[in-house]
C-alpha cells in the first residue's frame, strides 16, 4: 500500500509503477510534442465517478488526435488495480492518460484549490482563445492555451478564466465548463465544436427538473441568477466576481451543488 501523500501509478497491464519504476521514455511524443489525450474524474471511496462518461471520451478524444483506440476492458481493470493501492483521502483525483507509447492511470491527491473553490467560489476574468486547431473537441495533453489562460488569470488576480470568442459567445473554461440560472432553468452553452462536451453538465442536466443548452453571451452571464464552472474534480465553483464586478448572492447555489454532488454518484 502507498502512502497517503503518494500517488499511484498503473500501466495498462495492471503493473503499479513506483517511483522509481520507469514508465514514459523521455522520448516519448506524448512528452516531446504532447500527442496524447486525457481525461480527469474523481475516486471516491475507491470508487470512479462517471467512469464510464470518461472512457467515452476517450475512445473519441484519441479518434480526434489519430491515436490508437482505448480498449475499455483495460482501462477498467487498470483502474482498479489504481483505486485498490490507493490508501490516502476518500476523495483523490484519477486521471487516464493515452499517449502513442506510454498509456496509464494515476491517482493523486486532491489539490488544496479544489476545496477553496468549492467552498468559497471564485473570481474569474472572460478571455478570447483563440483558434483551437485540429485538436478542438479532444481533450488533448497538447495543454499550452489552457495553462497559458490560467497563468493569464492569476496575473490579473482571479482563480480561473471562461473562454469567450471574438463574437462574444461564451464558450467555456481552460478545466471547466460553464452553468447559469435563469428563470429557475439551468443553463449551459451547447457542447459543439469547439467546446468540449462536459461529462459533469451531462450528468447533472440528467438529473435537473429544468435545464436545458443554449447560446450564452457575457451579458448573460452578468444577468444571470448564478454562474458555476463544472468539473469532473471539482465538481460545482460559483463565480461571485466576472472581470473584477461582484456578482449578486446565487439562491440556487446550494440546490445546484446538492445535485452535481448526486449526478457523479449515479
Not at 32 to 60: K, Y
Not at 232 to 248: E, M, N, Q, W, Y
Request: proline share 7%.
Amino acid at each position: 500500500m502507498v502512502a497517503r501523500s503518494a500517488y499511484v501509478v498503473v500501466d495498462l497491464d495492471g503493473v503499479v509503477h513506483g517511483p522509481q519504476t520507469p514508465l514514459v521514455r523521455a522520448a516519448d511524443p506524448m512528452l516531446t510534442h504532447g500527442d496524447g489525450v486525457f481525461e480527469t474524474t474523481l475516486l471516491r471511496d475507491r470508487r470512479p465517478c462517471l467512469l464510464e462518461a470518461h472512457l467515452a471520451r476517450l475512445d473519441r478524444s484519441a479518434a480526434i488526435a489519430g491515436l490508437p483506440r482505448p480498449d475499455p476492458a483495460r482501462w477498467r481493470a487498470a483502474v482498479a488495480v489504481a483505486a485498490a493501492h490507493w490508501s490516502g483521502a476518500a476523495e483523490a483525483v484519477l486521471r487516464l492518460v493515452c499517449g502513442r507509447g506510454a498509456s496509464f492511470v494515476m491517482v493523486s491527491e486532491v489539490p488544496a484549490r479544489v476545496r477553496t473553490a468549492r467552498d468559497g467560489g471564485l473570481a474569474v476574468v472572460t478571455l478570447d482563445p483563440g483558434p483551437r486547431g485540429a485538436v478542438a473537441g479532444a481533450k488533448s495533453l497538447s495543454y499550452a492555451l489552457n495553462a497559458a489562460a490560467l497563468r493569464e488569470a492569476a496575473r490579473r488576480g482571479a482563480g480561473d478564466a471562461i473562454f469567450v470568442d471574438a463574437a462574444g459567445r461564451v464558450l467555456e473554461g481552460p478545466r471547466s465548463s460553464v452553468v447559469i440560472a435563469q428563470s429557475e432553468t439551468l443553463l449551459s452553452p451547447p457542447p459543439t465544436l469547439p467546446i468540449l462536451a462536459g461529462t459533469t453538465v451531462e450528468a447533472l442536466f440528467r438529473i435537473a427538473p429544468r435545464s436545458d443548452f443554449r447560446a450564452l453571451t457575457v451579458a448573460d452571464l452578468f444577468a444571470a441568477e448564478g454562474v458555476w464552472l463544472l468539473s469532473s474534480v471539482t465538481l460545482s465553483a460559483r463565480v461571485h466576481t466576472l472581470d473584477g464586478v461582484a456578482l449578486p448572492a446565487a439562491p440556487a447555489a446550494g440546490e445546484l451543488a446538492r445535485l452535481v454532488d448526486r449526478a457523479v454518484s449515479h
